[in-house]
């Protein structure tokens, strides 16, 4: 399933990175024709995931994805140039948003992977989703949750793929998750 994507507005917020109450702080859109044409990454979804129209203009692409614990969602972020920061810090942040079932913090599994001439950073987490920035909470709970993520490194900025959702749809979908990595590629503007 192969589509463009053009320019959003992004807000880090929706990574988890910063909280829109507190500070409201926001990125402004990233410049004119960064992160798309051959400023972009395209990938292969796997044909099981449900493409949606993402639900705010913070999103690159967005899809579903349905299974025996109940939906998941995977979503494809793009902050523009100088914009949202190195894989380690977004490792970390994302794994802050989870728990484990005595409460302590998780620490997310991570390994380097080689997809043609990029090198992604591949992120894993279970346990408890608390969602939130630093794992403060935004929402209900959720646990036996997990993330599987990746960090890819564009022409002109990261991207990011985070797929959340209950852990038996997701630990399924590992080695789809891994199929959309190896398939991410310099150009062409977005999700195919």
Same mark, same amino acid.
Request: hydrophobic fraction near 40%.
């Given at each position: 399933?192969?589509?463009?994507?053009?320019?959003?507005?992004?807000?880090?917020?929706?990574?988890?990175?910063?909280?829109?109450?507190?500070?409201?702080?926001?990125?402004?859109?990233?410049?004119?024709?960064?992160?798309?044409?051959?400023?972009?990454?395209?990938?292969?979804?796997?044909?099981?995931?449900?493409?949606?129209?993402?639900?705010?203009?913070?999103?690159?692409?967005?899809?579903?994805?349905?299974?025996?614990?109940?939906?998941?969602?995977?979503?494809?972020?793009?902050? $523009? +140039?100088?914009?949202?920061?190195?894989? #380690? &810090?977004?490792?970390? *942040?994302?794994?802050?948003?989870?728990? @484990? =079932?005595?409460?302590?913090?998780?620490?997310?599994?991570?390994?380097?992977?080689?997809?043609?001439?990029?090198?992604?950073?591949?992120?894993?987490?279970?346990?408890?989703?608390?969602?939130?920035?630093?794992?403060?909470?935004?929402?209900?709970?959720?646990?036996?949750?997990?993330?599987?993520?990746?960090?890819?490194? $564009? +022409?002109?900025?990261?991207?990011?793929? #985070? &797929?959340?959702?209950? *852990?038996?749809?997701?630990?399924?979908? @590992? =080695?789809?998750?891994?199929?959309?990595?190896?398939?991410?590629?310099?150009?062409?503007?977005?999700?195919?």
């Amino acid at each position: 399933m192969r589509r463009g994507i053009g320019s959003a507005l992004i807000v880090l917020g929706a990574l988890g990175m910063f909280s829109g109450e507190g500070g409201g702080q926001t990125v402004p859109p990233p410049p004119a024709g960064s992160g798309t044409g051959a400023h972009a990454l395209t990938w292969t979804a796997p044909s099981d995931w449900t493409a949606e129209t993402p639900s705010s203009s913070m999103r690159r692409a967005q899809y579903r994805i349905t299974g025996p614990g109940g939906p998941a969602e995977c979503v494809v972020f793009y902050f $523009g +140039p100088g914009q949202g920061g190195d894989a #380690r &810090a977004n490792a970390a *942040r994302w794994a802050a948003q989870f728990r @484990r =079932a005595d409460g302590a913090p998780v620490t997310a599994r991570t390994r380097e992977v080689k997809v043609g001439d990029l090198t992604v950073t591949v992120v894993e987490a279970e346990g408890t989703f608390v969602g939130g920035m630093g794992g403060g909470a935004v929402g209900p709970e959720r646990p036996d949750s997990m993330l599987l993520g990746a960090i890819a490194p $564009g +022409p002109d900025a990261n991207w990011f793929f #985070r &797929a959340v959702g209950p *852990r038996a749809t997701l630990a399924p979908q @590992r =080695a789809s998750f891994e199929r959309l990595v190896r398939s991410i590629k310099h150009g062409g503007g977005g999700a195919r």
